[in-house]
């Protein structure tokens, strides 16, 4: 066994081009510097390097996960169709779950999550309350068959997650678990020198109420985020942030304008030389019950159609027709002279603004100073908004900031839906049956290895954190043929090896500027560069590759300066190293 | 984190009764041991200490592999159809290739093995012979829809592989890496206290030539084999082992008989009163070119298909219809009086037999004394029959014993079969392009898991080799109320967790028997019991899982005298922890 990797041997095929199809530039970055390659859309294999990164990150995660009391398990990728058919999923989850059939014709799934299969598993094994709580995570491949799976490792249709899941007797020891998950989470980020923020989201597909995404910071993700110096912070799907309408106080009383070619919103407000924040903007649906429903938010926002969903039941958007047929006029809907039976419902923000600029339910027709009370009644207030940069912060009332992040991880309170829905109880110490509450909670594993890179990057490549950097040190002889520069780097490269560091050696017939430039786009966290001229005066260059910062030191003292650095580098890996440079 | 695991906090659902379909004592006992469950017929769950002894077999395989300069990658589960359309395994494969389409009716296969992902990910970046060899590796879960799976996890339809690919630009290249492979499949094998033996095999869907199949003997292993003192195994499959009919010397001309009723070799060697070996058998088949040929056989050997394919590309037996189209007499074929135009195949044994006993191609009908090169003449003379236990070794002519084995692990010298019809070629050193050599690999790392319990186990359960135990030693509190008994008990397995072992505490409130019980089914390889009376005089009994040896010990002593046999643990864990019984 090698302790010294070398790069003469390692497969590491660079690129001097970026790939056409990469957008972003973890997707770019990691398949230049040869740790992913592409074997289909959304389906990527690992090389080694890029395998060694992998492996650091699960290892991070393990460590996490057994740190809280979680015990690895390892589930299968084939799922029986049966168990999606018992939690009712297997009509749910819709064309991103990856069907097949057996040669015998059963129908099984690629697993994207492991729900039904845990569930099945602890149902009439774990019986006692005595044994609870119970936290089971596996680290495995999952499949989602994304609809356009790009971004490279950010949206595959084929990745590593960790997933957990825990089992209760009690809300109490449910939020205990959900808790300690949610730390190790925050840790795990911290390890992988990830800046991030737990944010409120919605569950999806997975069900449950409570659940917080961690959300890598970067303009590359795809989530959409409100976060406030106070702490809060939310994806502008689930968010609860305020809108700040503004009150049209030149009308005093209701009056009908002619708005000839006004359609939108934009529109309105240009025709009436007003901010957007001054109009009011009307969406219609209907829920389970078939009520027409008209919904009210302040002209310069989003209705969000999920926390529509949480008043009426069921909801989906009107289509064109539907709306005709309900005698509704798309375009200047309004509150006032709304068909009989129409409920209304408005966005809470718009308590405060008495009178409304808004649709007049007549095509070309708008009415300003609409007054609540008066003019109209609102059947319900309540938050409807998509919430945006500039909101007030719901929970100190500052303005929000905007940011895009990557969902790196979940957790979720999953409560009894899948115990109740597939039967799984446990005798409960008063001698009842009861469903088992549960929790799950996910880390994407190839995900993280992507939001690590859009954090680590410059227009030279990448600069691993040393925690999860594929190795510590990569020592650069410049000669490779010279009778001293090739042992002195070897005998360097050894002694680095001797003081507990991983090192790479470029022993290449390369030329100098070759072997700089993968160094830098490779992104080894420390490069010494070993040349002839230093040796002269018994000196080698070490450069930190996040900063940029080269010194020239005594090749006899580095691998004691490195050692002394070790302590750094047990932690998150930020300033790992740095302390070379601080003197 | 804590260093010692509890039996009070690990999800081990040991069970009392059999699993019903569980036939072979590594299915039955790793379930009942709580390690494995089945999620699905041949798709299994693995719970917390099968999940650890998983992990241990992968730390062994991936030593071995680092130690010989193989670099771990990970490919993709999914692959494309496209692919395996190149290497032409589409078609080819049948029905035990998983298949299904995405959401754009693209197709799709679960990888069974990797060649066309590893040879589409190396042609066109792994360009010159100065990169070779090289040698990648990956451990992963793969599909097989075996048509009847069972045996727990020795044929399952969902598995886990270490497979290693390697590229060379000669043959001696090639042969180098694949003895390199052999010898650390060898060691493997040994450290994973394997009885073992690397057999001659059949390369199968594969391809390629030159293959090894290291087979762990075990009666309950799928396939047969014979083995001679002097090294020489063989799969029967694939095996050269040499028959030795007997002749009937009562006829010296050739003489027809009547033989009523007489359908079977078996029922012939009775009617005459002869051994089986001393008949001749006929089977009729025809290859790509038509032609009609029928094969001769010792009587008590089966012709080898596999081999008889090798005479007659293309080969496959006649059916009913086709051997009365084509004038045969099923049940009394034989040399003499074959039509026109029937090809005459014989095994190499029976040119040592000069008159045959056979049939005479009319019903009811044989021949005693037919004579080679008189009354007959054979087209072609090979080696066509199953070998079996008793028939000469090949290399020094002793007779072959017969042996069952599970399949562990295959090495492959794929020559160019992929790289040639994929077109992945490099740069050779007289600047020709070539195409690669290739070198396949494979470990069954899940089947390992249950040869090792087919090889480890007793009437009361497993006993794990050292080195893939779940955890080297139980410490078993009698009573765990005590005020003295549990204090001390965890006081020693923190002592033994120092001296750098893995402990489990059985701290569960149950009684004597139930842990006793318990230990011996999950196998731990060292017991230490702690109870009342012995504490008095300062003493705990050690109890060897493998023999059953036990042993009073003074309690002071026990982790010193742990640490001492550490060395032996290094190793396959042959006789460690034997040490403490051998004074």
């Not at 009439?124 to 971004?151: G, T």
């Not at 989530?223 to 799907?237: F, M, P, R």
């Not at 001797?498 to 072997?515: C, N, S, T």
């Not at 020239?552 to 750094?568: G, H, P, Y």
Request: aromatic share 8%; glycine share 10%; with cysteine.
């Amino acid at each position: 066994m090698t302790d010294i990797m070398r790069m003469s041997e390692l497969y590491v095929p660079t690129l001097k081009e970026d790939p056409a199809d990469a957008e972003i530039a973890s997707h770019r970055l990691l398949v230049r510097a040869g740790m992913i390659r592409k074997a289909a859309s959304g389906v990527y294999t690992f090389l080694p390097l890029g395998k060694k990164v992998l492996a650091k990150v699960e290892s991070i995660v393990r460590s996490e996960m057994d740190g809280i009391g979680a015990q690895e398990i390892m589930m299968p990728v084939l799922q029986p169709a049966e168990l999606w058919h018992e939690s009712g999923r297997w009509d749910d989850y819709g064309p991103e779950l990856m069907r097949l059939v057996d040669r015998h014709d059963r129908p099984f799934c690629l697993g994207p999550t492991h729900e039904e299969i845990i569930t099945a598993l602890v149902r009439n094994e774990l019986r006692s309350y005595k044994q609870l709580p119970l936290s089971l995570y596996q680290i495995q491949v999952k499949f989602r068959d994304e609809i356009r799976p790009r971004f490279g490792l950010l949206r595959g249709r084929e990745f590593i997650m960790k997933d957990a899941y825990s089992f209760h007797d009690s809300q109490e020891s449910l939020q205990q678990t959900y808790d300690d998950m949610s730390a190790a989470y925050g840790r795990i980020c911290e390890r992988m020198d990830l800046d991030y923020r737990p944010v409120e989201a919605d569950s999806g597909q997975i069900g449950g109420s409570v659940t917080c995404e961690f959300m890598a910071l970067a303009d590359a993700g795809e989530a959409e985020l409100v976060h406030c110096s106070c702490g809060y912070a939310a994806n502008t799907e689930a968010g609860e942030g305020l809108a700040r309408p503004t009150e049209y106080t030149a009308a005093d009383a209701l009056t009908k304008i002619a708005t000839p070619d006004v359609h939108t919103i934009a529109e309105l407000a240009a025709f009436l030389d007003i901010p957007e924040s001054s109009t009011v903007k009307a969406l219609s649906g209907k829920g389970k019950d078939g009520v027409i429903t008209v919904f009210f938010v302040p002209g310069d926002h989003d209705l969000n159609e999920l926390k529509a969903a949480r008043v009426v039941e069921g909801f989906e958007l009107l289509t064109d027709e539907e709306m005709e047929a309900a005698g509704l006029h798309k375009g200047s809907m309004g509150p006032v002279g709304l068909p009989e039976g129409v409920r209304i419902v408005a966005a809470s923000s718009l308590q405060a603004i008495p009178r409304w600029v808004v649709g007049a339910n007549e095509d070309g027709y708008h009415y300003v100073g609409a007054k609540q009370g008066e003019d109209f009644e609102v059947d319900v207030w309540a938050d409807l908004v998509v919430v945006k940069p500039g909101d007030c912060c719901p929970k100190c009332g500052l303005p929000l900031e905007g940011a895009r992040g990557i969902e790196v991880s979940q957790v979720f309170q999953l409560g009894d839906k899948y115990s109740k829905s597939m039967g799984a109880t446990f005798s409960a110490e008063d001698g009842s049956e009861q469903n088992f509450l549960m929790g799950c909670y996910g880390v994407g594993i190839s995900r993280s290895m992507a939001a690590i890179v859009e954090q680590h990057n410059d227009e030279n490549g990448i600069f691993w954190p040393v925690s999860v950097a594929p190795a510590h040190v990569c020592v650069i002889p410049l000669n490779v043929g010279d009778e001293e520069v090739q042992p002195a780097a070897e005998r360097l490269a050894a002694d680095i090896a001797r003081a507990g560091f991983e090192v790479v050696i470029d022993d290449r017939d390369e030329r100098a500027g070759v072997k700089f430039a993968d160094a830098d786009l490779i992104g080894w966290p420390l490069q010494i560069v070993v040349g002839k001229r230093g040796l002269k005066e018994g000196k080698v260059e070490i450069k930190l590759r996040r900063t940029g910062e080269k010194r020239d030191i005594s090749i006899a003292a580095v691998a004691e300066a490195l050692a002394f650095t070790k302590r750094n580098i047990k932690g998150s890996g930020i300033g790992a190293f740095g302390s070379l440079f601080s003197e």
